[in-house]
């Protein structure tokens, strides 16, 4: 049962225009998510949070959207640049809970020049 | 400023065989995680220690052993070592409750 999902495995960008990566989950008790960008051969690394009691977070290129009725969040990144190629996974937490992260599978973003 | 220092980087073993995997953090975190990651599968958490002197086990616990050894290290340990436990294990640390986690660059880990 996998609780956080990201549909599309692979997307292509051409570089200045928008890179939208989707991530659902189906545990409404989930109240706080993350983006983390990964390249070869490194770990993770945080790139953006969002608070189910906010909407949209916004940080310089990278802005979040979540939609709790929907229960669907959605990073955008714009302009993409070729340094944006990398996977992007989603994550989710009951943040008054635990400390437990859920993650998606990623989504690997290219960005063409 | 190193973050989060995995050791090795790789390791093949033979099937049987034990191995403790190291991680150590210089953020002065209170929570530590060790995670699995698998092709085209996210991060699954193995353990977990919220602060020093506990632990807690995650979504994959069974064949691992964990040790918080103090604030900063917290290692995991294969006590015998089997091929579904190839994958690559990432380390991370966070302040605490509902903070985002820092990886460190993880163990490629291949059991014969």
């Known amino acids: 049962d996998q609780q956080v999902k990201q549909n599309s495995p692979s997307l292509s960008v051409q570089e200045g225009r928008i890179s939208i990566l989707n991530c659902d989950y189906t545990?409404?008790?989930?109240?706080?998510f993350l983006w983390y960008k990964k390249y070869p051969a490194e770990g993770p690394t945080f790139l953006i949070s969002?608070?189910?009691?906010?909407d949209k977070n916004e940080d310089g290129r990278f802005t979040v959207f979540l939609n709790k009725s929907a229960k669907h969040l959605s990073l955008h990144i714009v302009p993409s640049q070729p340094g944006d190629s990398a996977v992007y996974f989603c994550?989710?937490?009951?943040?008054?809970?635990?400390?437990?992260?859920?993650f998606g599978t990623g989504t690997r973003l290219k960005v063409l020049a | 400023n190193a973050g989060v220092t995995q050791t090795p980087k790789f390791q093949v073993l033979k099937t049987g065989q034990s191995m403790t995997l190291q991680c150590a953090q210089d953020?002065?975190?209170?929570?530590m995680y060790w995670y699995r990651q698998d092709p085209g599968m996210g991060l699954r958490l193995i353990y977990y220690?919220?602060?020093?002197?506990?632990?807690d086990k995650g979504e994959v616990p069974n064949g691992y052993n964990v040790s918080r050894l103090n604030k900063r290290e917290f290692s995991l340990r294969l006590e015998s070592a089997a091929p579904s436990q190839t994958s690559v294990y990432f380390c991370?640390?966070?302040?605490?409750?509902?903070?985002?986690?820092?990886f460190g660059d993880g163990t490629r880990l291949s059991i014969l």
């Open positions: 994550a989710a937490s009951v943040a008054s809970g635990t400390y437990k992260y859920i």
């Open positions: 545990n409404s008790m989930f109240d706080y």
């Open positions: 969002i608070s189910s009691i906010k």
């Open positions: 953020m002065n975190h209170n929570s």
């Open positions: 220690s919220a602060s020093e002197g506990t632990t």
């Open positions: 991370a640390s966070a302040t605490g409750l509902g903070q985002p986690q820092h």
